[in-house]
Every structure is written in structure tokens, then in C-alpha cells.
């Protein structure tokens, strides 16, 4: 919840009214539990959204193994939800089993992907992102963790929370 990537979308947010919270998954950063493959980082992510907004339109992010933990908590809430934004940062493509983006959902969903992330390569993200038709928002020469780019992240995020699907 420390990372600079999710520091700065959280603050994208807020700048755009929206309340932000951010957690640490199980057995990071001293919470309890151990890593459990994303299946219990899903119910995490799932009992945080269930106590923090429980009713009301809800807006989804996530950041790396993040984005791909927020691609199954979407496709778990959509159509019990009102699902109004979601941004994918980094997504874990290739690394993890990403889940599909429900088709309504697409033009509600920023992609975003620096173009020499060492850590997913961007043909990866490409790859997932194609057969859905799914936009990828390239940043040039941008890296996994967005160095020196934060601003413009920030600004795309801002961006796509403030327009209307």
C-alpha cells in the first residue's frame, strides 16, 4: 500500500473525489496471513470493498499482482454492482492468470503499461488485452514502476475518473 505507483493512483482519486483506500494483501507488509496465490488476496480485496463501500457506485484500481487481483474482485462484482471506473496499472499479465474484463465493463477500464516494464513485458499485456479489444494506454518509454513518470500516470488516471462511460 506503501508503493509509489499506488500512492499516486490513490491520489489521482482523491483529487477526482473519490475516496481511496489502500491495503496491504495478506502477509505484506506485517498483516497477517501468508501469500496465497491471489485466491485469498481476492477475498481480501473483496472483505475491504464489502466494509469500506459496502453499497453505492464503486470505482476499482490495482497495481501489478494488484491489477490482477482487481481483474477477478470485477468480474466477481459486476452485475451485483455498480462498477463506474477501473484502472489497471502494470497489469500482471503473462505472470498471473488476469481475468477477462466483462464486455461492459471495457469502456469503463483504463489500461495503462509502460512500454519497458522489465518486470510484464508489454507484448504480454498486449496479449491479454487483445482478444478483448480491450485499449492499452502505452506510456513511452515508461518502466514497471513508472520512474519519472508519475505525474503523467497521475494524469491519465485523473483523466479517465473524471469522464463519464
Known amino acids: 500500500m506503501d508503493n509509489k505507483v499506488v ?9 477526482s473525489g473519490f475516496a481511496a483506500v489502500r491495503f496491504n494483501f495478506r ?12 485466491r485469498g488476496e481476492v ?5 475491504v470493498v464489502a466494509q469500506a463501500a459496502a453499497d453505492g457506485p464503486l470505482a476499482l484500481a490495482g497495481f ?8 477477478h474482485v470485477l468480474s466477481q462484482v459486476w452485475g451485483t454492482r455498480e462498477v ?3 484502472v489497471l496499472a502494470g497489469t500482471a499479465a503473462g505472470r498471473f492468470g488476469v ?16 512500454e519497458s516494464d522489465d518486470v510484464v513485458p508489454l507484448a504480454a499485456v498486449m496479449d491479454w488485452a487483445r482478444p478483448q479489444l480491450l485499449p492499452v494506454t502505452v506510456v513511452p518509454g515508461g518502466g514497471h514502476f513508472f520512474h519519472g513518470q508519475l505525474p503523467l500516470l497521475k494524469g491519465l488516471v485523473a483523466r479517465h ?3 463519464t462511460a
Open 27 to 38: 502477509g505484506i507488509g506485517g498483516s497477517a496471513g501468508a501469500w496465497d496465490e491471489g
Open 43 to 47: 477475498q481480501d480485496m473483496l472483505a
Open 84 to 86: 463506474t471506473h477501473v
Open 7 to 15: 500512492q499516486t493512483m490513490a491520489r489521482a482519486f482523491v483529487a
Open 99 to 114: 481475468a477477462e474484463v466483462p464486455g461492459p465493463a471495457r469502456t469503463r477500464t483504463l489500461v495503462v503499461h509502460g
Open 161 to 163: 475518473l473524471q469522464a
Open 64 to 71: 501489478s499482482f494488484g491489477a490482477f487481483v482487481t481483474s
